[in-house]
Nanobody, 120 residues
Framework: QVQLVESGGGLVQPGGSLRLSCAAS????????MGWYRQAPGKQRELVAS???????NYTHSVKGRFAISRDVAKNTLYLQMNTLKPEDTAVYYC??????????????WGQGTQVTVSS
C-alpha cells in the first residue's frame, strides 16, 4: 500500500507563492507517473500538473508558466512550486501516484489533500 502525505498549503495573498510537498512511502521509481490535482468547491477534481517516470511534465493551461512540478528521488518527494497565485487557484490540492502493473492493470493512490487559499 502506498501512502502519500501532502504539506505546504495555506493562505496566501494574490501574487504570492507556495510550495507543496508530497512525501511518498516508497521509491518514486515505483510509479509510472505522479501528479497534482485540485478540487475547488462545487467543481470536479482536475489535473494541475504531472510528471512521468521518464521526467516528462504536463500542465493544465491555466497554470502554465506559473507552476512547476518536480521530484527529489532521494527524498521520495514530489513538489509543486506555485508562483503568481490567483484567487481562482483556491482549492484542495491532492497528490496522486499512478502505477501500471502487470497485464496493464492500473492503480491510483491519493494523499489526503492540502488546502490552498488565495485571498487578500
Amino acid at each position: 500500500q502506498v501512502q502519500l502525505v501532502e504539506s505546504g498549503g495555506g493562505l496566501v495573498q494574490p501574487g504570492g507563492s507556495l510550495r507543496l510537498s508530497c512525501a511518498a512511502s516508497g521509491s518514486l521509481h515505483s510509479f509510472s507517473a505522479m501528479g497534482w490535482y485540485r478540487q475547488a468547491p462545487g467543481k470536479q477534481r482536475e489535473l494541475v500538473a504531472s510528471v512521468t517516470k521518464g521526467g516528462s511534465t504536463n500542465y493544465t493551461h491555466s497554470v502554465k508558466g506559473r507552476f512547476a512540478i518536480s521530484r527529489d528521488v532521494a527524498k521520495n518527494t514530489l513538489y509543486l512550486q506555485m508562483n503568481t497565485l490567483k484567487p481562482e487557484d483556491t482549492a484542495v490540492y491532492y497528490c496522486n501516484a499512478h502505477i501500471v502493473g502487470v497485464a496493464g492493470i492500473e492503480f491510483d493512490f491519493w494523499g489526503q489533500g492540502t488546502q490552498v487559499t488565495v485571498s487578500s
